[in-house]
């Protein structure tokens, strides 16, 4: 297995993530746990795999200096054209994380990983770079595609046969991700350079509706919901993506 980039599913992405709700909560949980977090000045930031550079321009509109860094052209094109769109700068960097010490210099206020690890061949290997890449009191925000929703999710459907298999990977062209993240795992691999500091679920309840009540739910009644039970101890767990802001050690 090698890692996955999005030359060919652009237009497809676009529609699927950021053509109506599930993106929309995404960003909106995304962007209210920075916001609590993130200090009132510019700061440096780069984003890893930054896909059509959502979060890249809400962050270049609050003032901070932005590389977006993504390997696939198609998704880089769309990022620049969304900041000329906007009227804003930044920096954009074509690579895949392997290459991008060659081309970025650090260290970031904060760094940006956001949907990457999921897509990766060995998750774990590019952990060292984001650490190398975080200034010593800067911050990490990582989301990551929770295995745990994804097996609940086929639980509810009675999909009994593919849990028992383990295989619960995407097809190659499809949006499920290929490497759907354990986050005891993740966080016992994070640990000896990483406090996670805040969680938050990413999609705690809105995936789990019936398209029925999905369809005659107002969008911002949505929103509100799922930022009000995003860090319920109970429903956190159960985002579709987790959403960690964790501190150098």
């Known amino acids: 297995m090698s890692d996955r980039h999005f030359d060919s599913l652009a237009a497809r992405f676009a529609e699927k993530i950021y053509g109506g709700a599930k993106g929309a909560i995404r960003l909106a949980v995304l962007q209210a746990d920075l916001a609590e977090v993130l200090p009132p000045r510019p700061l440096r930031v780069l984003d890893i795999g930054a896909g059509l550079g959502h ?3 809400w962050l270049a509109q609050q003032g901070h200096a932005v590389t977006v860094a993504e ?3 198609p998704m880089l094109d769309g990022a620049r054209a969304r900041f000329a769109e ?3 700068e930044a920096r954009f960097v074509q690579a895949p994380w392997q290459a991008l010490e060659d081309r970025v210099q650090g260290p970031f206020d904060l760094v940006v990983c956001h949907a990457v690890l999921e897509w990766l061949a ?3 290997a590019i952990l060292p770079l984001l650490r190398r890449f975080t200034a010593d009191d800067g911050w990490l925000s990582l989301a990551f595609y929770n295995r745990d929703a994804l097996v ?4 509810l459907k009675g999909h009994f046969r593919k849990l028992r298999s383990g295989r619960l990977a995407g097809e190659r062209q499809s949006l499920t991700p290929q490497e759907p993240l354990d986050p005891r795992e993740l966080e ?6 990483w406090r996670v500091e805040h969680k938050s679920g990413v999609r705690v309840f809105h995936d789990y509706m019936p398209p029925d009540f999905q369809a005659r739910t107002e969008p911002a009644e949505l929103i509100e919901m799922e930022l009000a039970y995003r860090r319920h101890p109970a429903f956190a ?3 579709r993506y987790l959403h960690w802001l964790c501190r150098p050690r």
Do not use: F, H, I, V
Request: charge should be negative.
């Open 122 to 124: 060995e998750p774990q």
């Open 71 to 73: 390997p696939a052209e």
């Open 86 to 88: 906007a009227g804003l």
């Open 237 to 239: 767990g159960l985002g």
């Open 188 to 193: 016992a691999q994070l640990a000896t350079a």
């Open 55 to 57: 979060m890249s321009l």
């Open 152 to 155: 609940y999710r086929n639980l």
